[in-house]
């Protein structure tokens, strides 16, 4: 058994401890010591993360009451080492676990919202709620979590036998669980069983912030971030809207509104767009058409080159309206070749005899119907020789 002093004193940063066994494992070492100050992951915290002497300790698991160490070298058997906890690492653990304890307490008291799933990274922290709330209703979740990690209120670790751990006011308890129990409690908000480490009062966690929402099923997932956490994040926002302001020439406060402006203004721009290429389409299908070679058969066609296949694909409607014409439309992309075939009134011929004949020639495949046929390859720097080669072979048809 290892004597697991984050129990007793979260604040201990470091233990002198006897080195008990030492086993490699897939090029690391799994350390297990009398006694340590580094939390084990458990209860969907993460495992802290330290040194022991100078092994610097990865990860930290408990497995049938003692907590091994994965060290990225070996350490000898009996010996003493100093055992030094990564206190950042320990502070943002805690941070994150106790500003979603409170968080969870206060959906479940405000909204009869239940915490049903927690999951903790090394980015993020992810709440999932039984019941969804509005957007008015996670600002008051929010205002009132901060309330309470504002008023610095004590967090009391309590080991209590089951049956008196059920009397308590907990916001959840699992009725099988038995014997000596760990009941972590925040006073005058939440109250309930865990492992984790929390720190001594609410005001270490900082603040709460929640920067997502979704909907899942019935509930809901919340997305949070705690303490250093948090101010990290607003940081990176708070430049990255100060460079946008400064790129905007505006105070912070105006680029929503000039945001709302330049998107108008690139809507009305892409329309002009989209009518001038329409029109420039027109005269270049017009003029390719003009210079395309008749076939036999008294049917033309018509190879059309874009950079772009939604533009080629809402062309068919039009080229297929052509009389007596056989269109073949390639979209040339940086890693993809799009082809579309078609052929107009009065015009006989199969498309999925053409399709067939683009797929061998371009290695690509797509398929369709009589009357019109797509399909698509990776890019090919010969492209213009395959289609030419295409062409060719439609106009001897």
Avoid at 337 to 363: H, Q
Wanted: glycine share 8%; net charge negative; charged share 30%.
């Amino acid at each position: 058994m290892t004597e697991k002093l984050y129990n007793d004193n979260v604040m201990l940063k470091s233990c002198k401890a006897t080195v008990l066994a030492c086993e490699e494992k897939d090029g690391k070492f799994l350390v297990k010591l009398d006694k340590t100050v580094i939390f084990p992951e458990g209860g969907g915290q993460l495992s802290d993360r330290g040194k022991l002497g100078a092994a610097n300790v990865l990860h930290a698991f408990e497995k049938e009451g003692c907590v091994w160490h994965e060290c990225d070298m070996a350490l000898e058997v009996g010996a003493k080492v100093e055992v030094t906890l990564d206190w950042k690492v320990r502070l943002d653990r805690m941070q994150q676990h106790c500003g979603e304890h409170i968080l969870s307490f206060v959906c479940w008291k405000l909204f009869d919202s239940n915490n049903i799933g927690f999951h903790m990274n090394e980015d993020t922290v992810t709440v999932d709620l039984d019941k969804a709330l509005t957007e008015e209703e996670l600002l008051q979740v929010e205002q009132a979590t901060n309330a309470i990690i504002w008023d610095n209120r004590p967090i009391n670790v309590l080991n209590l036998e089951s049956e008196e751990a059920a009397k308590l006011p907990m916001r959840k308890f699992n009725s099988n669980l038995k014997g000596i129990l760990r009941i972590v409690a925040v006073e005058g908000a939440d109250v309930c069983t865990c492992c984790g480490t929390h720190p001594p009062f609410t005001g270490m966690v900082g603040c709460v912030k929640i920067i997502r929402a979704e909907r899942r099923k019935q509930g809901q997932r919340l997305e949070l971030l705690c303490g250093g956490r948090a101010m990290a994040d607003y940081a990176k926002k708070n430049r990255i809207l100060h460079n946008i302001a400064a790129d905007l020439s505006s105070k912070v406060e105006e680029v929503p509104e000039r945001y709302t402006k330049m998107k108008e203004e690139i809507a009305g721009l892409q329309e002009a767009l989209k009518e001038k290429t329409a029109k420039l389409l027109d005269i270049e299908i017009q003029e390719v058409l003009a210079a395309a070679e008749t076939r036999a058969d008294g049917a033309k066609v018509m190879p059309l080159i874009l950079d772009d296949a939604k533009i080629g694909k809402s062309l068919l409607p039009k080229v297929g309206a052509l009389e007596n014409t056989i269109s073949v439309i390639l979209a040339v992309q940086p890693e993809r070749i799009s082809y579309f075939v078609t052929v107009g009134k009065n015009t006989t011929g199969d498309c999925r005899a053409y399709i067939k004949l683009l797929n061998d020639t371009f290695g690509g495949r797509g398929g369709g119907k009589p009357d019109g046929a797509q399909g698509g390859a990776d890019f090919c720097p010969n492209w213009q020789e395959k289609l030419d080669l295409v062409v060719a072979q439609l106009k001897a048809l």
